[in-house]
């Protein structure tokens, strides 16, 4: 059966109006535009016609094949937060911050973004998942912040990495999942993490492996030979690096093999490894040949870089700016076991061969090579010794007159000798210089450290310092203090009368009184919500204590 075409023409059943709906369309659309008087028919004609055409335009799309229903994802063993704290999330991950009052002034307000990070650490620590209605959600954040990726993904856990393969804009989460909370075999289970080691996605493979190695180092490595010669030279250097976890002197046949790997980036890094192994041959290799260069009262670089040095890991041809043979030096010193340094300088401690004074100008390149040995072997005595007194100058350290490397060489102490430290540093030297060592600090920070901030930040208001300049150290405070120390701040949230006086008296911006009144009131608001996350976060107390508390 036709349908007649009030515009003047006719139009077939449903294949000629599909062949033919384009062109109707357009004869419509002149028809408009010249006028019906000189195309025929009426205005009341054209415009059915056109109601006509738009709702099969609309509606005549043909279905397309019902594609296949995916898997339901996974089950999360894990329970979800507390009804408060869900609440919580979906109002951080809306990303309401506080309103801009011009000027670049933050306001009052807690900046919930910043919020956001803390709060999936905490709910990580309780071992809960995200609420269902909020995967989405976090997978977005995820995506627009990196350094929310580890716990948002873990997070999310299974059923995140089920929602990635649906949706190309969360791929991310497969190439960076370190497991997602479930999906993996049992690290027991032989057969089944043989078929994900030869057949899963690279990520997939990575969690596989890191898992493996927790349960059974030996049996990482093992799993990894399995394939090593055929992978990629990334993929190789990638499954290296994870050895860093856990790794022990059952690695150093596997890392010894690595040495002659066909892959530059990958010979570095086993050789890297193995040094961070003292009994390690290789340790033992470079040891031998630092102590010939070095020793008390001489030191001579190596003439040549040899092939067994390149075969451990030197690298041959130095930066711009450096001589060759301080720079071999230096990578010997820094690959040698510190242990082997004592009886070389007849018995001295770590802190007493530091203080000897270095001969031929060497004393910069030996000492920045010794702080990069400490960090490496994770020696905290030998970084003690490095940091010197934190009430020294900031450059008067031995081989330390970067701050970044202090901040490398705190992270060996144990956490309250670390904070100690950090306290005694901004006692002394107040907060300008203190911004990357407080933040390896463990938070919040609390006691000691917790007091010196705060006081430094007072002193600092009292001296009319500039707020704006503190604005890092106030930003790194709302995150990292004790939420306890909001009592503390409370009367540093008012601005005096006399700051208020003189600057109603002018027609002008707010002064610096009255920014660090705003700064203050915002960090007092940002702890007492930290505290009411976390509060929120804490297990109903009648629920009894499971695996993940």
């Known amino acids: 059966m036709n349908d007649i075409d009030q515009a003047g023409g006719t139009t077939t059943a449903d294949g000629d109006a599909e062949r ?23 205005p009341q004609a054209l ?66 973004t910043e919020l956001l990070p803390q709060w999936l650490a905490a709910a990580g620590r309780h071992g809960y998942r ?25 997070l999310a856990g299974a059923r995140g990495l089920w929602l990635a393969r649906m949706n190309p804009d969360w791929r991310f989460a497969l190439r960076g999942a370190a497991g997602g909370g479930g999906g993996l075999p049992d ?16 990520a997939e493979r990575v969690a596989l492996l890191g898992i493996v190695r927790a349960h059974d180092a030996g049996a990482a490595t093992r799993l990894l030979t399995t394939t090593w010669p055929t992978e990629r030279a990334e993929d190789r250097l990638m499954f290296l690096d994870s050895l860093r976890t ?5 690695d150093e046949p596997f890392l010894e093999a690595a040495l002659a790997d066909r892959s530059r980036n990958v010979r570095a890094t086993a050789a890297e490894l193995l040094s961070a192994l003292p009994g390690s041959a290789l340790a033992g290799r470079m040891a031998r040949r630092a102590l010939a260069c070095v020793g008390p009262g001489a030191v001579e670089p190596p003439a040549e870089c040899d092939a067994g040095m390149l075969r451990d890991g030197v690298v041959k041809r130095p930066p711009a700016g450096r001589g060759e043979r301080a720079w071999w030096l230096g990578q010997l010193v820094e690959a040698a076991p510190l242990s082997c340094w004592p009886e070389r300088f007849g018995g001295l401690d770590p802190a007493g061969i530091v203080a000897l004074p270095v001969p031929g100008g060497w004393a910069e390149e030996l000492h920045a090579a010794w702080c990069r040995a400490a ?11 490095l940091l010197g007194p934190a009430s020294a100058p900031p450059a008067a350290g031995p081989g330390t007159a970067s701050l970044a490397e202090r901040a490398k060489l705190l992270e060996t102490l144990p956490e309250g000798e670390r904070a100690d430290w950090v306290a005694e540093f901004v006692r002394a030297h107040g907060l300008s210089e203190a ?58 949230t008012t601005l005096g009368e006399d700051h208020q006086d003189t600057e109603a008296s002018q027609d002008t911006s707010p002064g610096a009184a009255a920014y660090w009144s705003e700064a203050f009131q915002r960090l007092v608001a940002t702890l007492r919500l930290r505290a009411a996350m976390l509060a929120e976060l804490a297990p109903p107390p009648d629920v009894p204590p499971g695996p993940w508390s």
């Open 435 to 492: 911004f990357q060592l407080l933040g390896v600090c463990r938070v919040p920070w609390a006691g000691a450290l917790g007091r010196a901030v705060v006081e430094a930040l007072d002193a600092a208001r009292e001296a009319g310092s500039y707020p704006w300049s503190f604005s890092g150290v106030m930003g790194l405070a709302e995150r990292c203090l004790d939420p306890a120390e909001a009592s503390r701040l409370e009367a540093l």
């Open 375 to 385: 960090v490496r072997q994770r020696d905290p005595q030998w970084s003690k010794a």
């Open 187 to 202: 690290p027991a289970d032989g057969p089944a993490v043989e078929r994900l080691w030869e057949e899963g996605l690279f």
């Open 47 to 112: 415009l059915g016609a056109a109601a006509l055409r738009t709702v099969r335009r609309r509606a005549g799309l043909r279905p397309a094949e019902a594609a296949h229903r995916p898997r339901p994802a996974p089950r999360d063993p894990r329970p979800a937060p507390p009804r408060a704290a869900r609440r919580r999330l979906a109002q951080l991950l809306a990303g309401r911050t506080a309103a801009n009052n011009g000027g670049g002034r933050r306001g009052a307000a807690p900046d919930l």
């Open 130 to 154: 995200a609420p269902e209605a909020l995967v989405p959600a976090l997978l977005d954040a995820a995506r627009a912040r990196t350094d929310l990726r580890p716990q948002a993904l873990a």
């Open 20 to 42: 033919h709906g384009e062109r109707d369309w357009e004869d419509l659309v002149a028809t408009a535009l010249l006028g019906t008087e000189r195309r025929g028919g009426s």
């Open 246 to 250: 856990g790794l022990s002197p059952a």
